[in-house]
Nanobody, 124 residues
Framework: QVQLAESGGGLVQAGDSLRLSCALS????????MAWFRQAPGKEREFVAA??????RYSDSMKGRFTISRDNAKNTGYLQMNSLKPEDTTVYYC???????????????????WGQGTQVTVSS
C-alpha cells in the first residue's frame, strides 16, 4: 500500500522559513517523481513544485523562495520555504507518481498518490 505522509507545517511569522517533509512508504522514491501542491478553502489545488531525476520545476509565483529536494535513501521529499508571506497560508499536499517522462508534471491529475496535507499559517 502506497502512503505519503507530510510533516513540518505550523505557524510562523512573515519572513520566516519552514521545511516540509513528505515520507513515501510502499514504493521506492527513486522511481517516482514527487510534487507539492497547495489548496486554500474554496479554491482549486495549485501547483507549487515538482522534482524528478532531472531536477526541480516551480510555479512562477514561488520560484526563488521555495526549493524542492529529495533524499532517495530516506524515501523522503522536502519543500524548503523561505521568506514566507501571509498569502502562503494554506494546506500543502505532497503527491507522487511513477516516472513517465523527462519533464516533471504540474497537474493534479498527473499524480496517483496524495498525502493528507499539512497546514502552514503565516502571520503578518
Amino acid at each position: 500500500q502506497v502512503q505519503l505522509a507530510e510533516s513540518g507545517g505550523g505557524l510562523v511569522q512573515a519572513g520566516d522559513s519552514l521545511r516540509l517533509s513528505c515520507a513515501l512508504s510502499g514504493r521506492t522514491l527513486s522511481t517516482y517523481e514527487m510534487a507539492w501542491f497547495r489548496q486554500a478553502p474554496g479554491k482549486e489545488r495549485e501547483f507549487v513544485a515538482a522534482i524528478n531525476w532531472t531536477g526541480g520545476r516551480y510555479s512562477d509565483s514561488m520560484k526563488g523562495r521555495f526549493t524542492i529536494s529529495r533524499d532517495n535513501a530516506k524515501n523522503t521529499g522536502y519543500l524548503q520555504m523561505n521568506s514566507l508571506k501571509p498569502e502562503d497560508t494554506t494546506v500543502y499536499y505532497c503527491a507522487a507518481a511513477p516516472y513517465r517522462g523527462i519533464t516533471s508534471r504540474t497537474s493534479v491529475s498527473d499524480y496517483d498518490y496524495w498525502g493528507q496535507g499539512t497546514q502552514v499559517t503565516v502571520s503578518s
